[in-house]
Structure formats: C-alpha cells, structure tokens
C-alpha cells in the first residue's frame, strides 16, 4: 500500500511502533480512528495506550476519583475502552451534583451540572417548585415548576475545569408536561458570561409549540359556471410562523435544550462563568416545566 510504504527508513526498515504511536497521538481521535483503517502499520499503533493516554485530559484521573461510585467504579482493559466509555457513559461527580463526560472526536470536557446545583429562585418553597425523580433522567433529582411568576435560574463553573482553547455552549435540558403553560406568549432572556464582565442577553422561547408551522385561512372569491357568483372558498396556507430568537431542539436522549449562551476558555484562564435564564417581565403565571440541568460542552468546530 502506497501509505505503508512511505512509513520506511531509507534503508527499507519499518519505522518503529512507538515512533507512529507518537505521531498518532499529537493528531486528534477522530483523525487516529480513521488512519488505522487506511494502512495495517498504523492499525496496532492507533490501538496502543501511548495514544489514548494523550487524548485523555490530563486531569481524568483525578476526575474519575471524585465520580460518587468511585474510581473502581470505571472498569476497562485500555486507555482506548476508559475513553469511549467516558464518551458514552457520563459519571457523575461531586456529590451527584455534576455529571462529566468527553466529547467524542476531539475529547474536550463536557459537563452537565444538576438542577440541584443550580439556584433556582423560590425552588425549595413547595408551593412553587417540587423535587423529583425521573428514570430517564441521569441525576437523582428533577426541578418541576408548579407555578410562579417570577421565572429564575442561574448556575456557575470554573473554567479550569474546562478545556482550554475552546469555545463552549451553555444548554438548558428540559422538557414539558402535558399541561405545560405560561412560556408560549412571553420569551424568557438568557445570559452566558464571565462572572463580572457584561453580558449580552439572548431571547429563548421555552414553549416548543412557538414556532411550529401554523395554518392561516384565506377567503378568496370563487367564480362557478357562466354565472359570476362570488363563493367562499377556503384555502390553508402553511406558513412558518417563528419568533426571532432560540427555540428547543430534540436530544438524542429524549430531553430538549435551548441554547442559553457561548463563552470561549482562554489557555491558563481561571474565572467563573455565570449562566443565568430569567421570565420575570410577563407577570404571567407559569407551570409545566421540567429542569434536569445546564449542559457545557464544546461547540462544534470550534
């Protein structure tokens, strides 16, 4: 193979296992998984320990240890199998109260932090707010909105906690009981931002029925045989009808999300991001809502 040969000495000799493992690892897994497929000399190279260990944070250790099942808890024979493992299967962390996880092809940080760590305006008065569990869900506790009107909610991370170089997105997952109400008229405001510093605010709709297609009706005059008789005929015409600002998407594990926000980790950076979501302007009650927690991760491309 035209690859294969291009891994030799002068003299003929193959280059060493170790030397293409040490070349694989300063790529990216994305780029590893694909080369072992296009010639057997990278195959057990891309395999090795040596390269996996490099795409791993170079804190995972330590992460791992503060999973509340414990470090024993990870059970994998390769560096290769803990990364996948940690790409599929989020651990949780610090008493529950995050979850972690890396993302798939470039292996960044991912957090999610539970609705428990997030401050909730009025969430521990039964009234308002109640605490549940959900099978679908990955932390032991949901927030469910009862009813309030002054809608409420920030949470915070470290960047050092993050990967650094990186451009992040801040995510609401939620989702919404059948009698849902109170979101569909008024947009709450987002906020993503270094604790400190100004922040620009987002519009979100949280109701995932604002912006779906809608149906106008149009009377038009019709005109039957040689009489002009004008008759009322009824023409639907679908229109998309979508407010400016975010709107909920569908998550591959059964939640939605709204983008609250982006914020960029600078290299040796330490500082607090602060993500806040706030209804307070309507004065209109609101029910129905369902909060798992802020996901972090990684923009694509970015």
């Given at each position: 193979?035209?690859?294969?040969?291009?891994?030799?000495?002068?003299?003929?000799?193959?280059?060493?296992?170790?030397?293409?493992?040490?070349?694989?690892?300063?790529?990216?897994?994305?780029?590893?998984?694909?080369?072992?497929?296009?010639?057997?000399?990278?195959?057990?190279?891309?395999?090795?320990?040596?390269?996996?260990?490099?795409?791993?944070?170079?804190?995972?250790?330590?992460?791992?240890?503060?999973?509340?099942?414990?470090?024993?808890?990870?059970?994998?024979?390769?560096?290769?199998?803990?990364?996948?493992?940690?790409?599929?299967?989020?651990?949780?962390?610090?008493?529950?109260?995050?979850?972690?996880?890396?993302?798939?092809?470039?292996?960044?940080?991912?957090?999610?932090?539970?609705?428990?760590?997030?401050?909730?305006?009025?969430?521990d008065t039964?009234?308002?707010?109640?605490?549940?569990?959900?099978?679908?869900?990955?932390?032991?506790?949901?927030?469910?909105?009862?009813?309030?009107?002054?809608?409420?909610m920030s949470g915070k991370i470290n960047t050092n906690m993050l990967s650094p170089d990186t451009r992040y997105g801040a995510y609401l997952v939620f989702t919404t009981k059948s009698r849902a109400y109170g979101f569909g008229d008024q947009p709450a405001e987002s906020s993503v931002g270094i604790a400190g510093h100004e922040r620009e605010t987002q519009t979100v709709y949280l109701d995932p029925q604002v912006g779906r297609r809608q149906y106008r009706y149009q009377v038009v005059p019709r005109r039957l045989g040689i009489f002009t008789h004008h008759m009322t005929h009824i023409l639907r015409q679908e229109v998309e009808d979508e407010p400016e600002g975010r709107h909920p998407k569908q998550r591959s594990d059964g939640w939605m999300e709204i983008e609250l926000g982006e914020f960029f980790v600078k290299r040796g950076q330490e500082a607090e991001v602060e993500m806040s979501l706030t209804e307070v302007k309507g004065g209109n009650w609101k029910s129905g809502l369902i909060i798992e927690g802020i996901d972090i991760r990684p923009k694509e491309g970015k």
């Open positions: 193979m035209a690859v294969e040969s291009h891994m030799r000495f002068a003299g003929g000799d193959e280059l060493p296992e170790g030397c293409i493992a040490n070349a694989l690892s300063l790529t990216s897994p994305k780029d590893a998984c694909r080369l072992s497929l296009v010639a057997s000399t990278f195959r057990s190279a891309a395999e090795s320990d040596a390269v996996w260990e490099r795409f791993l944070p170079p804190d995972y250790y330590d992460i791992i240890c503060r999973s509340i099942d414990g470090p024993d808890s990870v059970e994998v024979g390769s560096k290769k199998e803990l990364y996948l493992h940690l790409c599929d299967h989020p651990i949780l962390v610090d008493g529950g109260t995050k979850s972690f996880s890396l993302e798939k092809w470039s292996g960044k940080k991912c957090y999610m932090l539970a609705a428990r760590s997030l401050q909730i305006v009025w969430g039964p009234r308002y707010w109640r605490w549940i569990s959900l099978p679908e869900s990955r932390f032991s506790e949901v927030a469910e909105l009862l009813d309030v009107c002054w809608f409420d």
